[in-house]
């Protein structure tokens, strides 16, 4: 089985910054993309960032210059620096990660619990 745990998120004043942290554990071989995504109350979950297993990044044109994706291999965790923090940016933040539990394994998506962001003076 695999986990994934996010970390990171807060309340935090409108321009203000948060980073958030996804670790993911278990039976992993590899992790293909691993991406952020939002759900505010009300509404659907929304793409934020992705990013591959060799680093190329895709981001929601709501976020592009304010949110950087980044992720380190070797202990298997995904981060998301957001700065410039706006009240719309207030939703709880999911990790996503598409694993491979073997050699011979097909990708297989998995989620996190989430996480809640809140940008409010």
């Known amino acids: 089985q695999v986990q994934l745990v996010e970390s990171g998120g807060g309340l935090v004043q409108p321009g203000g910054s948060l980073r958030l942290s996804c670790a993911a554990s278990?039976?992993?071989?590899?992790?293909?993309?691993m991406g952020w995504y939002r759900q505010a109350p009300g509404k659907e979950r929304d793409l934020v960032a992705t990013?591959?297993?060799?680093?190329?990044?895709n981001y929601a044109d709501s976020v592009k210059g304010r949110f950087t994706i980044s992720r380190d291999n070797g202990i298997n965790t995904a981060y998301l620096q957001m700065n410039s923090l706006k009240p719309e940016d207030t939703a709880v933040y999911y990790c996503?990660?598409?694993?491979?539990?073997?050699?011979?394994?097909?990708?297989?998506?998995?989620w996190g619990q989430g996480t809640q962001v809140t940008v409010s003076s």
């Open positions: 990013i591959t297993e060799n680093s190329e990044t």
């Open positions: 278990g039976s992993i071989y590899s992790i293909n993309t």
């Open positions: 996503r990660g598409d694993v491979r539990s073997s050699y011979y394994g097909r990708s297989r998506p998995y």
